[in-house]
């Protein structure tokens, strides 16, 4: 296979995607290494900060139990505010993960390899944030349960005409694929891990958790055909949950909210979204684990692509609003329009065209592609930008409806910010953790692109 | 095979089909359906549906008067049981009670049997004047000397009915189903 | 409400015992006596204490029910003893009674339930109310279960028994009366004979008695001008409905004004059209603050107040010189002279081509033309609108002296109680005694009110709650609720209608009256134990006729029971004009009282909503919108956009606001439509007592003056307005004010109607739904919006019907209140000068409701008979709905607004309608409950709910008749009828959710001179 490879010409060769001399057992020093042995300080600290901004955003998710969620800014007509807010933009941050893996998987993107157990992580992660706020942003949350379709002897079920129960059902359905998707690859390097495990404890949670994986050849036919089905299924699923959540608004009669162009605007968005956080994270990964060898400037330079192509699909998708909104001559939507960027919250309209598609265009250049800076800018812009496109579209949709005796502004207060705040605490806390007991890195699937590796799904069997 | 191995391939789900088995089974020993009913506290005045209503035949609207004007079927006033015991069993040490009750003007105080939460608002006129007889949730109570409850009274109770009242209606009644629209109980 | 007539004598009744006129049982009196819940029997045998028991017991109950949650207890169930037998448990009964404020006395229907007031109607028996009422009569309710009111005698701020109370009081006044020294006695105007009768039973033992009826909000301006022009100081009563031309100056008739749901009624029965060919009565308004009557004007000129008296004047000699009306015998034109209507035009720089359009109306209409002056107006200006009636003939027409209210005492203006304190500080009184009055509140010189009675050794408090007043009493003695009272009120010779109790006493109260009685009977007066006795007794004195075949009882019955009696009415006859009154008012308003240095003319006005501060303390009114700025919980000052820009202030700002000498800061409000160079401020506000009163706005009445000094009017004074450069948001419950070209209201003029009709193409866009089915019925309702004055009746009448959430000024600026119906304000045009529109605005159960799909938990559905109904025991709190609700009605309980509450204040919880807990979605049902009850009592007797037989709680407040409520599946129902109206669309119908509600397009009616109102 290799001497294929040196027969093509140089351009046409697939790309090494990692530096310098690799074996599998420095592979795996390099990146097991890390779950034994005590953190660093740095992490310690990390962990600390994150851990503290996630109790407040708790301690505050209590208080509003207590009181009820009169303590947040919203009102009416804004009846949705930061609760929603928060979880459309955590259920995009979401998407990278499983983008990365199951699509790129099929795409056949070896440089995926790499990155593709991070991104998955994140995605649970953000899925396990988002979750949080359809929760506690309902009035009574001790009912929530409601929502689910669970034969009772009120002879009541949910109304499957509402987008908040498909809702229910695409979310839920997304982080169970996720999950099963991430755990089913973490299964050989748990067990190589069960391998090098020291500590009593830690070898019994990994020997549990590789499930009596033992690298057998029909293990590996049967993991090889698992993970290809997940990852088609949740490819599929990629797609559809961010178009499910977009429903929320795309299906309501709210001027600003009822557009057609929602389903595919949300889903870029949210790759879009989560393909910075993982730039962002994974900036900081590399420097701090010292990964510069696995995850290339090759690697960020094929995010930032993304990145930047994304981007470009946003500033169609805003153009496009804006075209609806005159083009269709309907007042309300014209008035909203009109808000976005001039209202009282113009700012925030303006302030998101900046972050998702004016400072993305540096990308275009190749030299920022792989600059630290130049990429964290970006990436930091559009995590903003994002949440901000967010609280355009759901508090200026609402504060401006059909009937002006209604208009009120929006001011959030804060507990909104605390349990903000909170969410990213839990984001990164998980973040942190996982960096800490498990694989940052698929060695089982960069294994398979070391020179002289059979990678099975390239075909399968032994030469 | 290893430790942990059989952990995994045994221990493991064995124990999870167990929890959920409990779960399942505690949850339906105490569901509230069964809980309701058959309580049966005990009265100021030991009286005895099944003397007044049973054996002397007293029609339930001649005490609980309520039923077919009212959303309240309503207890009687002391009044009403005065207006035999003045005469009758005026020494039984329980008429007794209620004669001195009834002088002293004090409350009587009776043990609620049938409530429905405070959102519900049954109301008794459509169904009495639809001829549905009161043993139909109230139980035979023209056979309790103490009166119990023999239905939980839960939405599933009326939804049921309402869906196919046949067996609660009197025979050639035009009536084919109760309303099942929020507002019939909830406003 | 009940109609079926054998129902309707018996509901009335408070038993049957007394129908027949019967004496209690012994037993009855003793159990009651026993009950323990009955206190001392007020009026024996009256049933009054049982019901008063009922009324706990109906709460215990509840509580029992709110706790019987686990298996093991489930509370009690307390029947009565002996059951009253008009009551049936479950089943409400009304009764009528009578509420009184100032000189006015609103005949109203209480509904009551196991014992409990739970809600006001209009009395339908009585022939000025016509089933309608005065929305602070609805409200005053919430008083009857106001925490803050008096449970028991207090003697130097410690609680004692009435018999402790008495003992101190007695001895003092046998020493007055012994020493013929002054006794001062404070009350509000006294409209009731018999309340009068007792009066004079005291005076007779109290020879020193010194009585002052006094009414804060009295302007000396119109009784000084009566007594000037006819020689008797009376307010005639002003016929609307014979009106074809109305000249209001600085008069809210429609608004603030005492008599206002009788004005609505008649005005509105002549702006009421039917078809193309109906005609309307025209409304001129010169005020100088945008008054609800302002807002209802087809044409409106913002006038400084110191001007209209001149106004008139030359409209007088425009009348005479340009259209030949006679001027009255005796009066030169010289006298006119110095007002011609150039001059004034330029003056209040309005458009002559309009004052001559209003001129040459008022002489076509001849004594259809009404002209009106507001209370706040100077003695001239009154004179003029007088001479204005002489001339035009309206005078006996539409000014009904005949039908006058002659109050038995009063109304005194505050000056005059003023003058009274300054005397008994000079003399010295041997006691002092105020009942039902707070002028420690409302007097403008505080000072003069404590330093007058300090000395008096016996000061004595009769009231609800422990106001200002009360605190500078050592002796306060608490009077029943006029729920709890007896009473009889005479507004008009030919009007008697009767109070009497709906509940027993809550507390350890005495009615007013009684307690003057037990005095006059410790002095040695002759009385009846009871008021109720007493009552009686003069009524078949002075009222029952001998002669009547019916006997007394049976006569008094039927009085009790219909709440009225009337009486033969002397026709309405025209008065003559004094020339010498003419002459001289004719000179005070050639020169306008200037406002040397001070550059503003304050104007001090009643609210609305609290009136004179007496309702201060009333949640309902409190949060009840402005209906003119839809400002709650406050009274900013407001100021003309154009004032506003030349002293570079802005909504929100603080400013100090100096007048008379006085200051003080509130928050501005730029009022599109005041006259500029002028600021308006509401009284009422800025109590230091009461939980809810105190703090709210700004205390105005220091600023008050006497009738005598420079501006002529103790409301108008001379003012500087300086920012305070601090900000103080008010909560305003309506922030936007444009329409924004949107046509959610379509008004047009009565002219173009006629003429062309009113063409709208239907809006409805095609849909892939089926048509939605209705089986039995499709409720519906039509709003008038050309009756609609917006007055907000219908939002108190809501909230107590349905058990609406108050939530405070704090809620209310983050946009969370509650109100179910709420009533929208729109203003257009140029802000010096705008048109204004009121749309009641409330859930318009939509055929296709957006709110319905989008719920996830089936908490909100439509139901077989067209409703949008809301379970909220079933709603999780999404708020999906309220967001996909186009018209923004659902309200959503962010805190624990209402049902936290406890006795006394759950008491007032109508008993048909769940109290929404925190986290859930409520919103205007169209009354289920009043349907249900209906639908229930029809089948019942075996028929078919008759049309107009159920009637919405703001419908049945309305007192414009606007909102109609009906089956829209029966064509020849009223709501059909209209539904079908050329005029009638659906708001937002493009969206194609097909509301139930049906709005009838705004007319307007403006003369062909001037600029029309249109929309």
């Known amino acids: 296979m290799k001497a294929d490879a040196a027969a093509l010409p140089e351009r046409l060769r697939p790309r090494a995607v990692f530096q310098g001399v690799m074996t599998p057992g420095s592979l795996d020093d390099q990146v097991l290494g890390h779950t034994a042995g005590t953190p660093s300080p740095l992490w310690y600290a990390g962990l600390a900060i994150s851990l503290s901004a996630f109790a407040v955003g708790a301690s505050l998710i209590l208080y509003t139990f207590y009181t009820g969620i009169g303590v947040w800014g919203n009102n009416r007509p804004v009846f949705w505010a930061f609760d929603i807010i928060n979880f459309v933009f955590w259920v995009g941050i979401g998407h990278a993960g499983t983008l990365i893996s199951a699509i790129l998987l099929l795409l056949r993107a070896p440089w995926r390899n790499a990155i593709a157990r991070f991104a998955e992580a994140m995605t649970i992660f953000a899925v396990m944030c988002a979750g949080i706020f359809p929760l506690i942003h309902v009035g009574r949350p001790w009912v929530a349960f409601w929502l689910f379709p669970y034969p009772n002897q009120r002879a009541i079920w949910p109304n499957f005409r509402s987008p908040l129960l498909w809702d229910v ?107 910075a956080m993982v730039v962002i994270v994974l900036v900081v990964v590399r420097e701090t684990m010292r990964l510069e060898n696995l995850i290339t400037d090759y690697h960020l330079d094929a995010m930032n692509k993304v990145i ?156 | 095979m290893h430790p942990y191995d059989r952990f995994v391939r045994i221990v493991l789900p064995v124990g999870a089909t167990c929890l959920l088995l409990t779960v399942t089974a505690v949850g339906w020993i105490a569901q509230p359906d069964r809980l309701a009913r058959g309580y049966a506290p005990e009265q100021p005045i030991p009286y005895s549906h099944a003397l007044h209503a049973g054996t002397l035949k007293i029609p339930c609207l001649y005490c609980h008067a309520g039923a077919d004007r009212s959303r309240h079927a309503g207890i009687p006033a002391v ?109 | ?12 009744w408070r ?82 009674s009578t509420f009184q404020e100032g000189t006015s006395a609103f005949g109203v229907l209480v509904k009551v339930r196991e014992g409990r007031p739970i809600h006001i109607e209009g009395n339908d028996e009585h022939p000025e109310f016509a089933g309608k009422t005065h929305l602070r009569a609805i409200a005053d309710l919430l008083r009857l279960y106001d925490p803050d009111r008096l449970r028991r005698p207090l003697l130097y701020g410690k609680p004692a028994t009435w018999a402790e109370a008495d003992g101190r009081i007695v001895p003092l006044l046998r020493a007055a009366a012994a020493s013929r020294g002054p006794v001062l006695l404070v009350t509000g105007a006294v409209v009731s004979p018999t309340r009068m009768a007792v009066l004079e039973d005291l005076r007779r033992v109290l020879p020193g008695l010194r009585h002052v009826a006094v ?97 008139a004047f030359a409209l007088a000699r425009a009348l005479h010189e340009e259209h030949g009306i006679a001027l009255p015998a005796g009066l030169s034109k010289e006298v006119l002279s110095a007002f011609g209507l150039d001059a004034i035009a330029g003056r209040v720089n309005a458009p002559r081509a309009l004052l001559d359009a209003l001129a040459a109306d008022l002489a076509k209409a001849g004594r259809a033309a009404l002209v009106v002056a507001g209370p706040s107006l100077p003695a001239e200006a009154h004179v003029a609108s007088s001479l204005l009636n002489v001339m035009l003939g309206a005078e006996g027409h539409t000014v009904d002296a005949a039908a006058a209210c002659r109050p038995a005492a009063g109304p005194a203006t505050a000056e005059d109680l003023a003058a009274a304190l300054r005397e008994a500080k000079a003399g010295g009184v041997a006691a002092a005694i105020f009942w039902g009055v707070n002028p420690a509140y409302w007097l403008p010189d505080a000072a003069l009110f404590k330093s007058a009675i300090a000395r008096a050794p016996a000061r004595i408090f009769i009231g609800l709650d422990r106001d200002e007043t009360a605190e500078d009493c050592p002796i306060v003695l608490p009077e029943h609720h006029w729920l709890e009272s007896w009473g009889d009120y005479e507004t008009s010779e030919d ?58 009882e049976s006569f008094w019955s039927a009085a009790l029971h219909d709440g009225v009696l009337r009486r033969p009415a002397a026709p309405a006859s025209p008065r003559a004009i004094r020339i010498a009154a003419v002459e001289t008012a004719a000179s005070a308003a050639a020169v306008e009282h200037a406002a040397p240095g001070m550059g503003l003319t304050l104007l001090l006005h009643p609210a609305v909503t609290v009136y004179d501060g007496r309702y201060a303390n009333n949640g309902w009114l409190q949060e009840l919108p402005d209906p003119v700025t839809t400002v709650t919980w406050g009274n900013p000052a407001r100021l003309s956009p154009a004032d506003a820009r030349r002293l570079g202030l802005e909504d929100g700002d603080v400013v100090r606001l100096e007048a008379r000498g006085r200051s003080l800061e509130v928050p501005l409000l730029v009022q599109p439509g005041q006259a500029e160079g002028t600021v308006s401020l509401a009284l009422g506000y800025g109590r230091s007592t009461g939980s809810v009163a105190t703090g709210v706005g700004v205390d105005a009445w220091p600023l008050m003056g006497t009738g005598s000094d420079a501006a002529g009017s103790p409301f108008l004074a001379a003012a500087r307005l300086t920012s305070a450069g601090t900000r103080a948001e008010t909560a305003t419950a309506q922030m936007h004010r444009s329409m924004e070209g949107r046509d959610i209201v379509r008004s047009l003029t009565l002219a173009r109607y006629a003429k062309a009709g009113f063409e709208q193409e239907k809006r409805e866009p095609a849909t892939l739904f089926p048509a939605q089915e209705f089986p039995e019925h499709k409720w519906g309702m039509a709003i008038d919006l050309t009756a609609c004055v917006g007055c907000g009746g219908c939002v108190v009448a809501c909230q107590s019907e349905n058990n609406v959430a108050v939530v405070g000024p704090e809620q209310v600026r983050r946009g969370r209140a509650m109100h179910w119906m709420r009533i929208d304000r729109y203003f257009d045009g140029s802000p010096d000068n705008p048109r204004v529109v009121h749309q009641p605005m409330l859930c318009q159960q939509c055929d296709s409701a957006p709110c319905e799909t989008v719920c996830p938990v089936n908490a909100t559905t439509h139901s077989p008979d067209g409703l949008n109904q809301m379970a909220y025991n079933r709603c999780v709190g999404t708020r999906y709905c309220a967001n996909n609700c186009p018209y923004k009605v659902r309200r959503f309980n962010f805190l624990e607004y209402t049902a936290a509450k406890t006795e006394p204040e759950s008491l007032v919880f109508n008993p048909e309608v769940t109290v929404r807990p925190r986290g859930v979605m409520e919103k205007c049902t169209f009354c289920v409950q009043r349907i249900d009850d209906v639908r229930q009592r029809a089948k019942g007797e075996g028929r078919a709910v008759r049309d107009g037989e159920i009637v919405p709680a703001c419908a049945a407040a309305c007192p414009a008749t606007a909102i109609v409520f009906g089956d829209l599946k029966d064509p020849t129902s009223e709501v059909s009828r209209l539904a079908a109206s050329d005029r009638g669309y659906r708001v937002l119908e493009e969206l194609g959710v097909k509301p139930s509600v049906t709005y009838l397009a705004r007319l307007t009616n403006p003369a062909k001179g001037g600029d029309g109102h249109e929309g």
């Not at chain 1, 499930?211 to 057998?216: E, F, H, I």
């Not at chain 1, 990213?424 to 953790?433: A, C, K, P, S």
């Not at chain 3, 017991?57 to 298996?71: E, I």
């Open chain 1, 169 to 275: 059902f695409a979310v839920s359905t997304y982080f169970s694929v996720s999950l099963l998707f991430w755990y089913l690859g973490l299964m050989p390097d748990i067990a190589s891990l069960r391998e090098r495990a020291t500590g009593k404890v830690r070898k019994a949670l990994y020997t549990v958790f590789s499930v009596g994986w033992r690298g057998a050849s029909s293990h590996w036919r049967h993991y090889e055909k698992a993970y290809l089905l997940l990852a088609g299924l949740a490819t599929g699923l990629v797609l559809s949950v961010h178009s499910v959540v977009s429903f929320d608004f795309a299906v309501s009669i709210v001027p600003g909210w009822h557009m057609t162009i929602f389903p595919p605007y949300f889903v870029a968005g949210a790759i879009f979204a989560g393909f």
């Open chain 1, 308 to 463: 930047l192509g994304m981007s470009c699909l946003m500033g169609y998708a805003y153009i496009m609003e804006g075209f609806t909104a005159w083009y269709s001559q309907n007042a309300y939507l014209h008035h909203i329009f009109v808000q976005y960027v001039w209202g009282s919250y113009g700012w925030a309209g303006w302030l998101t065209i900046a972050c998702n598609v004016a400072i993305p265009q540096l990308l275009w250049v190749p030299r920022f592609r792989r600059s630290y800076p130049a990429m964290l800018l970006v990436a930091l812009g559009v995590t903003v930008g994002m949440w901000f496109e967010r609280f355009v579209i759901i508090v200026v949709s609402l504060h401006h409806d059909y009937l002006p005796s209604s208009w009120h502004l929006y001011k959030p207060t804060p507990v909104d910010l605390g349990i903000l705040v909170g969410s990213f605490g839990l984001f990164f806390t998980l973040v942190l953790l996982f960096a800490r007991v498990l694989p940052v890195i698929a060695t089982s699937e960069v294994k398979a692109t070391l020179p002289g590796a059979q990678p099975s799904h390239r075909g399968g069997g032994h030469e």
């Open chain 2, 79 to 187: 009044e009403t049981c005065m207006n035999c015991h003045r005469v009758t069993k005026t020494d039984s040490p329980a008429i007794r009670k209620l004669t001195d009750v009834y002088d002293s003007g004090r409350p009587l105080e009776w043990a609620r049997v049938h409530t429905l939460p405070d959102y519900v608002y049954f109301d008794h006129r459509p169904h009495v004047n639809a001829g549905i007889a009161c043993q139909t949730c109230h139980g035979e109570v023209q056979t309790m000397t103490v009166v119990s409850r023999r239905m939980s009274m839960r939405m599933g109770n009326c939804l049921g009915c309402h869906r196919d009242p046949r067996a609660a209606l009197p025979s050639g009644s035009k009536i084919l189903r109760g309303p099942e629209h929020c507002n019939a109980c909830h406003r």
């Open chain 3, 1 to 12: 409400m009940m109609r079926s007539d054998g129902r309707r004598r018996l509901r009335y």
């Open chain 3, 15 to 96: 038993s049957l015992a007394e129908y027949h006129g019967l004496p209690p049982t012994e037993e009855e009196r003793v159990a009651e006596a026993a009950h323990g819940a009955a206190g001392p029997p007020e009026f024996p045998g009256d049933g009054v204490s049982r019901r008063r028991f009922l009324g706990l017991l109906g709460a215990s109950a509840a509580l029992a029910a709110g706790a019987s949650c686990s298996r093991a207890e489930r509370g009690t169930i307390v029947p009565y003893t002996k059951r009253p037998p008009e009551v049936v448990p479950g089943v409400a009964n009304h009764y009528a």
């Open chain 3, 215 to 311: 009414e804060p909000l009295a302007g000396p301006g119109s009784r000084d001008a009566a007594v000037a022009c006819f020689g008797e100081a009376l307010t005639p009563r002003l016929r609307f409905d014979r009106a074809d031309v109305i000249l209001a100056l600085e008069s809210d008739f429609l608004g603030s004004d005492g008599q206002a749901p009788i004005a609505i009624r008649e005005f509105v029965s002549r702006r009421r059209v039917e078809g193309r060919g109906d005609s309307m009565s025209r409304l001129w308004v010169l005020e100088a603050g945008m008054s609800v009557t302002g807002t209802n004007a087809d044409h409106r000129l913002p006038v400084r107040p110191s001007a209209s008296a001149a106004v």
């Open chain 3, 495 to 552: 009007l008697l209608s009767l109070e009497q109790p709906a509940i027993g006493p809550l507390y350890d109260t005495r009615q007013g009256e009684e307690i003057l009685l037990g005095w006059a009977k410790a002095l040695g007066a002759v009385v009846p134990a009871g008021y109720r006795e007493y009552l009686k007794a003069r009524w078949r004195r002075e009222v029952y006729s001998a002669a009547s075949p019916v006997p007394f």
